[in-house]
């Protein structure tokens, strides 16, 4: 059975359809990644997923429950953490309180300190600065920081929108060796990213969003070589 299983969903937004039927499943333990242009749709279909949205029809199933309709605050102590676009930290508040946020859906004291020891381990240059306000860091200690937050749910499965985005070549290799170590350690990762290359690179499956329609799926070594993707994502 799919930890996470997408049927037949469609969103719209007024008048404006933006997904258009879409049906995908995510493994327990997989690394899927969600690739397509602007406005295909991904970040829309992640907004749903997590609650954010209300499809018109379809249903969102994760490990066997239907989660369609439930509230975004539940779906996160379900096990589901969101890294929303943007990365979205509370720029007023510090390291160490926008990670203690993410526990916000947990009770276990003790289990939450070691949840912070780990996200420490794994961002060092967090815990260096963990008194400092988050607005006061660098777009790449925020994604580490948008990261880390998701972490703090103890997640079983986790959605990750376009964590590459404006960020320097380094520190993109830096973010996506932090991603495939998460994957390692155990978490399921779906990844939107218009980075196809690098997600198409550390993800085990992938699909092709276009205007809300999934086009192409398959194993994500095979369509970094597929020609068509070449041409119209990876710029070759």
């Given at each position: 059975?799919?930890?996470?299983?997408?049927?037949?969903?469609?969103?719209?937004?007024?008048?404006?359809?933006?997904?258009?039927?879409?049906?995908?499943?995510?493994?327990?333990?997989?690394?899927?990644?969600?690739?397509?242009?602007?406005?295909?749709?991904?970040?829309?279909?992640l907004h749903?997923?997590?609650?954010?949205?209300?499809?018109?029809?379809?249903?969102?199933?994760?490990?066997?429950?239907?989660?369609?309709?439930?509230?975004?605050?539940?779906?996160?102590?379900?096990?589901?953490?969101?890294?929303?676009?943007?990365?979205?930290?509370?720029?007023?508040?510090?390291?160490?309180?926008?990670?203690?946020?993410?526990?916000?859906?947990?009770?276990?004291?003790?289990?939450?300190?070691?949840?912070?020891?780990?996200?420490?381990?794994r961002f060092?240059?967090?815990?260096?600065?963990?008194?400092?306000?988050?607005?006061?860091?660098?777009?790449?200690?925020?994604?580490?920081?948008?990261?880390?937050?998701?972490?703090?749910?103890?997640?079983?499965?986790?959605?990750?929108?376009?964590?590459?985005?404006?960020?320097?070549?380094?520190?993109?290799?830096?973010?996506?060796?932090?991603?495939?170590?998460?994957?390692?350690?155990?978490?399921?990762?779906?990844?939107?990213?218009?980075n196809a290359?690098?997600?198409?690179?550390?993800?085990?499956?992938?699909?092709?969003?276009?205007?809300?329609?999934?086009?192409?799926?398959?194993?994500?070594?095979?369509?970094?070589?597929?020609?068509?993707?070449?041409?119209?994502?990876?710029?070759?």
């Open positions: 059975m799919a930890m996470l299983e997408v049927k037949d969903l469609e969103v719209y937004y007024g008048v404006i359809q933006a997904i258009k039927g879409i049906s995908f499943e995510v493994n327990e333990g997989e690394v899927i990644a969600l690739i397509g242009a602007n406005g295909a749709g991904k970040t829309t279909t749903t997923i997590t609650g954010l949205l209300s499809p018109k029809s379809g249903h969102v199933m994760f490990q066997g429950q239907d989660i369609t309709k439930v509230p975004a605050h539940k779906i996160v102590s379900m096990g589901m953490a969101h890294v929303p676009e943007g990365r979205r930290v509370f720029a007023d508040l510090s390291v160490y309180e926008n990670l203690r946020m993410g526990a916000y859906t947990r009770k276990d004291k003790a289990e939450i300190e070691e949840s912070l020891k780990n996200v420490y381990k060092p240059h967090l815990e260096e600065r963990k008194n400092e306000m988050a607005g006061t860091l660098s777009a790449g200690e925020q994604q580490m920081l948008a990261m880390g937050r998701a972490l703090m749910s103890k997640p079983k499965i986790i959605l990750m929108d376009e964590p590459s985005m404006g960020l320097s070549p380094i520190l993109v290799n830096e973010i996506f060796d932090i991603i495939r170590s998460v994957s390692e350690s155990g978490t399921t990762v779906l990844l939107v990213e218009q290359k690098k997600a198409l690179s550390i993800a085990d499956r992938a699909y092709v969003l276009e205007t809300g329609r999934i086009v192409m799926e398959g194993n994500a070594k095979d369509l970094l070589e597929n020609d068509d993707i070449k041409k119209a994502y990876l710029g070759e």
